[in-house]
């Protein structure tokens, strides 16, 4: 059975770009959430999708935006690029999202901003 | 506000040894708690999970306690392994909740 697959596993962007990454959940799986990891604040909860509609939101500014489609598939977008955007973003996948079904995680993209 | 806590940066522990990670948390409206393991280079994968109506539950070499009065758990590794070599993270959530609030992680090394 395929894992969760994040594209792309690297990119480098500079300051003002916007950049727009990639999930595809495990098969079946209808829940996608996305955290972003950094050294200083470990994984932070970013917004987690289930059938098109977000349910749920962390404390992020409003240039991180996700949307999901009738496929499951997830996309993350950030625009205005800012030095402190550069983390490693990481998708997780789940059935339907509840507690007692563990997320897996892709192994995630690194965004650098120069 | 970090509402999950993970005070060990680090442990180096003997194969054969038993390997405590330990984790306490804040917010008492959490009931659900998981392990995950993280290699570098790979996302976390994960390891074991709790309820809050449980105290122990165990998996093969791992087990997690949980003392909700003390709102702390534990992960006991038994015996640790050089593949046990890995960054550990404590995560928290409530039952019908749709996120993970997770501690920083603890790095665990085991020496041959």
């Known amino acids: 059975k395929a894992g969760v697959t994040q594209t792309p596993r690297y990119l480098i962007k500079t300051r003002g770009q916007q950049v727009t990454l990639s999930c595809s959940p495990i098969s079946g799986h209808r829940s996608v959430s996305w955290y972003q990891q950094t050294p200083g604040q470990g994984l932070q909860f970013l917004f987690e999708?289930?059938?098109?509609?977000?349910?749920n939101k962390g404390n992020f500014p409003g240039r991180f935006s996700g949307r999901q489609f009738s496929n499951s598939r997830s996309e993350m977008n950030v625009s205005t690029l800012e030095l402190g955007d550069s983390a490693l973003y990481l998708c997780?996948?789940?059935?339907?999202?509840?507690?007692?079904?563990?997320?897996?995680f892709g192994d995630g993209t690194r965004l650098s901003i120069l | 506000d970090q509402q999950v806590k993970q005070n060990s940066p680090s442990l180096s522990v003997q194969e054969g040894r038993i390997s405590i990670l330990n984790c306490d948390y804040t917010?008492?409206?959490?009931?659900?708690f998981l392990w995950y393991k993280k290699y570098p280079a790979e996302g976390p994968t994960f390891l074991i999970s709790i309820s809050s109506i449980k105290d122990k539950n165990e998996d093969g070499r791992f087990t997690v306690f949980l003392n909700k009065s003390a709102k702390h758990l534990s992960l006991h590794i038994v015996p640790s392994q050089p593949g046990d070599s890995a960054v550990y993270f404590c995560a928290a959530t409530t039952l019908w909740d749709y996120k993970l609030s997770f501690g920083a992680g603890t790095t665990v090394t085991v020496r041959a």
């Open positions: 999708y289930f059938s098109e509609t977000q349910r």
């Open positions: 917010n008492s409206m959490f009931d659900y």
């Open positions: 997780a996948s789940s059935l339907v999202g509840s507690a007692n079904q563990p997320q897996h």
